[in-house]
């Protein structure tokens, strides 16, 4: 049995490449499916031990397509490329956020 190398792995969807901005958008479709609210965080370290990120702008809660989250993901990509950012689902009925992924990691893309 081969096992992955040892490398830092961050969240869900960590032992897959980079995502590219369709594959994302691919992700952001499902969240957008199933009713979640989009949103945008991002930090400068991915501790797992560190539960608060920084709220890239409000949710956005009158998304209604993926370009508006993409475009969101990129003005963040731009302005804090040093740090982490990720694409987060929160859901209105349970008051919580249940899914997450990291879109860009520093020095990678």
Same mark, same amino acid.
């Given at each position: 049995?081969?096992? $992955?190398? /040892? #490398?830092?792995?961050?969240? %869900? @969807?960590?032992?897959?490449?980079? @995502?590219?901005? &369709?594959?994302?958008?691919?992700?952001?479709?499902?969240?957008?499916?199933? =009713?979640? #609210?989009? =949103?945008? &965080? $991002? +930090?400068? &370290?991915?501790?797992?031990?560190?539960?608060?990120?920084?709220?890239?702008?409000?949710? @956005?809660?009158?998304? /209604?397509? %993926?370009?508006?989250?993409?475009?969101?993901?990129? +003005?963040?990509?731009?302005?804090? +490329?040093?740090?982490? #950012?990720?694409?987060? =689902?929160?859901?209105?009925?349970?008051?919580?956020?249940?899914?997450?992924? #990291?879109?860009? /990691?520093?020095?990678?893309?």
């Amino acid at each position: 049995m081969q096992t $992955f190398p /040892k #490398i830092r792995r961050f969240e %869900t @969807l960590s032992y897959l490449p980079p @995502l590219s901005d &369709e594959q994302i958008m691919r992700q952001v479709q499902y969240i957008l499916d199933k =009713g979640y #609210i989009p =949103g945008v &965080e $991002f +930090s400068e &370290e991915s501790e797992p031990t560190q539960h608060y990120w920084t709220l890239w702008k409000l949710p @956005l809660f009158h998304a /209604k397509s %993926t370009s508006d989250v993409l475009n969101e993901v990129r +003005s963040c990509r731009s302005d804090y +490329s040093n740090c982490f #950012i990720r694409v987060v =689902g929160f859901d209105n009925i349970k008051q919580c956020q249940v899914l997450s992924f #990291i879109v860009h /990691k520093p020095n990678q893309r």
